[in-house]
């Protein structure tokens, strides 16, 4: 019976780590990279295998400000080619497509728009675990590209709550 018990938790240790979430997904802030000021809270999640992730509260702004700065830009795979302006920041779904590339915590070949611009990306994903180093804590790589133009954004992790109370 000893025996029993003993394998059944190693398949269960076993099994948890086959199924335990990409270290992308979670909770996360946004900061400025030229004022290093938090920008947004932010939840990243996998769903079928592709990765995607909605502004849950802006840092500034108002809660139910729409992405004014996109007036008369819509794309046929964002929002069912809705206005962009029509589109309120927080609650919407900006990152969309992204699979995996090199393995965990690696995405790529997908797509963010800036609510601020209105502009759409190819958009890149870069989980780097905090190593005491260059990355005091969890940090995720954000980077958008415009053909061989990009920039990189990187973000730090939150809980749930802190994404959320950005105001």
């Not at 199924?19 to 920008?39: L, M, R, V």
């Not at 996998?46 to 500034?60: F, P, Q, R, T």
């Not at 139910?64 to 819509?74: F, Q, V």
């Not at 053909?147 to 950005?166: D, I, N, V, Y």
Request: proline residues 3%; aromatic residues 12%; contains cysteine.
């Amino acid at each position: 019976m000893k025996k029993f018990i003993a394998l059944l938790a190693v398949m269960l240790v076993g099994a948890g780590i086959c199924f335990a979430a990409d270290p992308a997904e979670g909770y996360w802030i946004s900061y400025d990279e030229k004022t290093n000021e938090a920008t947004a809270g932010w939840h990243i999640w996998v769903d079928n295998g592709v990765l995607k992730g909605e502004i849950l509260s802006l840092a500034g702004k108002p809660q139910d400000e729409k992405a004014t700065a996109g007036k008369g830009k819509s794309y046929p795979d964002f929002q069912n080619g809705a206005d962009l302006a029509t589109v309120t920041v927080v609650g919407t779904q900006w990152i969309w497509g992204l699979t995996q590339t090199k393995g965990e915590g690696n995405w790529g070949k997908g797509y963010i728009i800036d609510p601020g611009s209105g502009s759409k990306y190819t958009c890149t994903v870069t989980f780097h675990a905090a190593d005491g180093k260059k990355y005091k804590e969890d940090t995720l790589e954000m980077r958008g590209s415009l053909g061989p133009f990009g920039r990189s954004q990187f973000w730090k992790r939150a809980t749930k709550e802190a994404a959320s109370a950005l105001r």
